[in-house]
């Protein structure tokens, strides 16, 4: 039994935390839920000035053609993204937990791409990198003669989709390798040692050693990344900078401009199409935490 003594100094202490939270967290999303039933002009309006539109900013959503393919957009962009970015992790984690030299080193080079702006960085992908004429891809593949892919235009309509996956998932490795390295370092290295007196080579050590032990890791790291992808918005802004391309539109541009734009990608603004996007994107996040949840609850190892 807790010491009532003891209750209104505990009260004191969590009072602000929890004022806090239901201010800035929980009341803008209970009034983000009702406002996804409104329709409205601008974020500004009135409550009296608010139309009751049901489900019809969902029903808006659903018939809307750019929105659905903003939705499968960012679906690729986690699944295709997410590949590239825990296949490089795993590797550079592995490689960097082995004991090679110039660990340090090689971790903050790795992670350097995190410190940088993103603006800076999409920028530098643009055009020093995907630059048909002097870009580092163009020069390279001129260098060894594959004229073909020299010519690639990479900011085409055609191609800018897997240009900015491309670009952005080289940012986010080094991110999701730390998180591998945490986990790969509180694996006993008795069990390393066992497994090499009983004939075991790197590859079955990794397979049934490493990638076993880091399931709970790689749990928490879907979730994360299913949090970024969710979020993408500045690299789609930096692709396509004017009118968002179709390849490049996530639900993060769609709501903008749904509530501050107003031009050819959406032309009428409705405040509570954008509140029905965030509504749905909450949802999906929430439902792929629930799914992972579900898939590895089995799994978890401690130590």
Do not use: C
Not at 9 to 23: D, E, R, S, T, V
Not at 102 to 108: A, D, E, N, Q, V
Not at 272 to 289: K, P, Q, R
């Amino acid at each position: 039994m807790l010491k009532k003594s003891r209750l209104p100094m505990i009260i004191i202490f969590l009072f602000p935390a929890i004022f806090l939270y239901g201010l800035i967290f929980f009341y803008p999303t209970i009034k983000t839920i009702i406002m996804s039933f409104f329709k409205m002009g601008s974020i500004s309006d009135k409550m009296s000035d608010w139309i009751f539109n049901g489900f019809g900013n969902y029903n808006n959503l659903l018939n809307s053609q750019l929105f659905m393919q903003s939705l499968k957009n960012i679906f690729f962009i986690w699944l295709i993204g997410g590949i590239i970015i825990f296949f490089f992790a795993i590797v550079f984690a592995v490689i960097l937990t082995s004991g090679v030299k110039l660990k340090s080193f090689f971790r903050s080079i790795i992670y350097l791409p995190n410190v940088v702006s993103a603006v800076a960085m999409a920028t530098m992908w643009i055009h020093y990198i995907y630059n048909s004429k002097y870009g580092l891809l163009k020069s390279i593949f001129s260098l060894f003669r594959m004229d073909k892919l020299a010519a690639i235009q990479w900011t085409s309509p055609n191609n800018i989709f897997m240009a900015l996956v491309i670009a952005y998932s080289f940012g986010m490795v080094g991110y999701f390798m730390l998180i591998f390295m945490a986990g790969i370092e509180r694996i006993p290295s008795d069990f390393y040692e066992a497994a090499t007196i009983d004939g075991a080579n790197v590859f079955q050590q990794f397979f049934y050693i490493t990638l076993p032990l880091l399931t709970d890791v790689i749990r928490t790291n879907i979730v994360l990344w299913t949090i970024n992808a969710i979020g993408f918005f500045v690299w789609s802004q930096l692709f396509s900078p004017l009118i968002p391309e179709p390849g490049t539109i996530t639900p993060m541009v769609y709501m903008y401009q749904e509530v501050f734009g107003g031009n050819t990608v959406v032309l009428e603004r409705n405040v509570g199409n954008g509140a029905a996007v965030g509504v749905i994107l909450t949802l999906i996040i929430v439902l792929s935490f629930i799914i992972t949840n579900i898939l590895f609850k089995d799994k978890k190892i401690e130590f």
